[in-house]
């Protein structure tokens, strides 16, 4: 093996790990999954059928991700919080045909608690905050927190808050990379500061 999986962990054959990927206590790893390479998989994750996930993704305790779920390269996705796979679940009516796929892009980051209700993309650079309740497609280098999530800014690619100037120029505090606003949209230029 190319990877780690710690003794309690179930890694059930069919599913494809990448080298050097750590999963630990009592995860369970289904055989249609596959999951990339320098990947870290928190205690007590459930990783479904026909989920995918990129190189460099950080999942932490307790998540649980369905059937639909595509899980791009550098993606954080923190403690505790929840996919969905279906708009309307009843225990009594099986809507397994109606699983709506999610996709959180490149170096998205979705804080501790939140929820992504299913159907939706979440941008690349994106930052979800803490307890966040996503209903809708949300932005590449968005902001968003509350229930339901609104946008309230935006962030750069370290994950430090954006502040445009007039110009709608704005400088990441931590890098120096520059960024420019337009047409409701976030670019990030080839300048540094």
């Not at 080298?19 to 596959?34: D, E, L, Q, Y």
């Not at 870290?40 to 026909?50: E, K, L, R, S, T």
């Not at 929820?115 to 209903?135: D, H, L, Q």
Request: net charge negative.
């Amino acid at each position: 093996m190319d990877y780690y999986a710690h003794p309690t962990a179930v890694i059930d054959e069919g599913s494809r790990i990448g080298k050097n990927t750590r999963i630990w206590h009592f995860s369970h790893v289904m055989p249609g999954a596959i999951i990339g390479e320098d990947c870290n998989i928190g205690q007590n994750v459930f990783i479904a059928n026909g989920v995918i996930i990129g190189n460099g993704v950080k999942i932490q305790n307790n998540v649980s991700l369905y059937d639909g779920v595509i899980v791009e390269d550098d993606v954080f996705l923190g403690p505790s919080m929840v996919f969905t796979n279906v708009i309307n679940p009843r225990s009594f009516i099986e809507r397994k045909t109606e699983y709506l796929p999610t996709r959180i892009c490149k170096g998205a980051t979705i804080g501790a608690n939140a929820t992504i209700i299913c159907g939706n993309t979440i941008g690349s650079y994106s930052f979800i905050g803490a307890g966040a309740v996503v209903t809708h497609n949300v932005d590449d280098f968005a902001l968003v927190k509350g229930t339901p999530a609104r946008q309230t800014g935006w962030v750069s690619r370290n994950g430090n808050k954006l502040d445009f100037n007039q110009e709608n120029v704005a400088v990441c505090p931590e890098s120096g990379q520059v960024y420019r606003l337009g047409n409701g949209k976030i670019y990030q230029t080839e300048e540094k500061i």
